[in-house]
């Protein structure tokens, strides 16, 4: 049976992130997307825990962001925010809207995003896009939904990218870039993801605007950081872009541990005595 603790702490809200920024208090964010992850994530101290659409890659193994569906969010997010109040309940929950969940109009992205929150206690969600998702965002914190954005590479356009280098290297979409932060964080949005950009542009936006901005393959001068959790506890063995810090190789330690209990199964050494009724 799963143990709550009884240790409560403030949970991080949107407010709390914009003292932070202008407190100059980093934000640290992780990716997350089951219950185990969310206990251990929430109780180590994490600010906020993104259920991401990288859910599609690391946990469905699909190549893109782009086949995850709302219910399979909703099913992810309902584990990470029972996993969070299992623990202290601090870190804020953000859940990632799928692709086409918002794209075809505003009253579909309200609708889905209202679908998101309803289903479980989650505190936020993301959305991709500049100019041409506006309209949504702001009909989305209009009803009081807030809402995260997402610039730079977003993985949801890969294809019309056609790979997964750097953004905004050229004048013209670093300018564009700027301008889109500018209007997601006026239609509403309460932080901002910025990934893999270079690391001045993100200094040069995060100093523009007065809501966070979140880097992930982005530089040091974002007000925060985000990694996806597999690819940092090296659970992802075959992705290692340069913007990944690996704290662990988990890999190789499950590797370790399965191989020896396969071993111990087949000597008939376990189990022992001791570990038999
Ligand atoms: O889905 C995800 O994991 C993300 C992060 C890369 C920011 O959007």
Redesign the pocket.
């Known amino acids: 049976m799963n143990q709550p603790s009884g240790n409560k702490l403030p949970h991080v809200t949107t407010r709390r992130m914009l003292d932070m920024k202008e407190r100059g208090e980093k934000i640290a964010m992780l990716?997350g997307y089951d219950y185990t992850m969310a206990r251990i994530l929430d109780r180590s101290g994490v600010d906020a825990i993104?259920v991401?659409?990288?859910?599609s890659n690391v946990f469905a193994g699909h190549n893109t962001?782009l086949p995850i569906t709302v219910d399979e969010m909703i099913y992810h997010a309902k584990a990470v925010v029972r996993g969070a109040q299992a623990e202290t309940s601090r870190a804020m929950v953000i859940v990632?809207m799928p692709f086409m969940s918002y794209q075809l109009s505003p009253e579909d992205a309200v609708r889905n995003a209202g679908k998101i929150m309803k289903e479980h206690e989650c505190d936020a969600v993301?959305m991709?896009g500049g100019k041409v998702i506006a309209e949504a965002v702001k009909r989305i914190t209009d009803i009081g939904i807030p809402v995260m954005g997402?610039l730079g590479l977003m993985?949801q356009s890969i294809y019309k990218y056609g790979s997964y280098k750097v953004r905004a290297m050229e004048e013209e979409e670093a300018r564009q870039l700027m301008e889109d932060a500018k209007i997601i964080e006026e239609a509403g949005a309460f932080a901002i993801?910025l990934?893999k950009i270079p690391s001045k542009l993100a200094g040069e936006v995060s100093r523009s605007l007065t809501i966070p901005t979140?880097g992930?393959g982005a530089g040091s001068e974002c007000d925060g950081q985000?990694l996806?959790i597999n690819d940092m506890l090296g659970l992802s063995t075959d992705f290692r872009p340069r913007f990944v810090r690996r704290y662990a190789d988990l890999s190789t330690v499950i590797e370790q541990a399965v191989k020896s209990y396969v071993e111990d199964v087949r000597s008939n050494s376990f189990p022992s005595e001791d570990e038999s009724y």
């Open positions: 990716t993104l991401g659409d990288s859910a962001t990632d993301k991709e997402h993985p993801v990934e979140i992930i985000v996806v």
